[in-house]
């Protein structure tokens, strides 16, 4: 079964960059998958915020659009979310998955917290 283990996360100042990466532990052929990156901040609903098919089509909620960027190693089975320009409510709990995402892949998030 596919896995996901996030890592990245941290504190940063509103405005810094911040990498994510999602190793991907599959079975099958990591560059079948599309990998999105959901976030889900305190009280809220985990949410979609990007996508990547495996021949590299993204697609990025609205709140992050122009600011965030998935990419995706198929060699190293990796999917990346660069952050930059990072808001406080940015701050979030940040889960890779499939899209449409399997309930039994989820892996423990990475925290971004955006505070000055």
């Known amino acids: 079964q596919v896995q996901f283990v996030e890592s990245g996360g941290g504190l940063v100042q509103p405005g810094g960059p911040l990498r994510l990466s999602c190793a991907v532990a599959s079975r099958t052929i990591f560059n079948t998958y599309t990998i999105g990156w959901y976030s889900q901040a305190p009280g809220k609903q985990r949410e979609l915020v990007a996508r990547?098919?495996?021949?590299?089509?993204?697609n990025y909620a609205d709140f992050v659009k122009g600011r965030f960027t998935i990419s995706r190693d198929n060699a190293k089975n990796t999917v990346y979310l660069q952050l930059n320009n990072l808001k406080p409510e940015d701050t979030a709990v940040y889960y890779c998955n499939t899209y449409p995402m399997r309930v039994a892949a989820w892996g423990q998030g990475t925290q971004v917290t955006v505070s000055s």
């Open positions: 990547i098919t495996g021949d590299g089509n993204t």
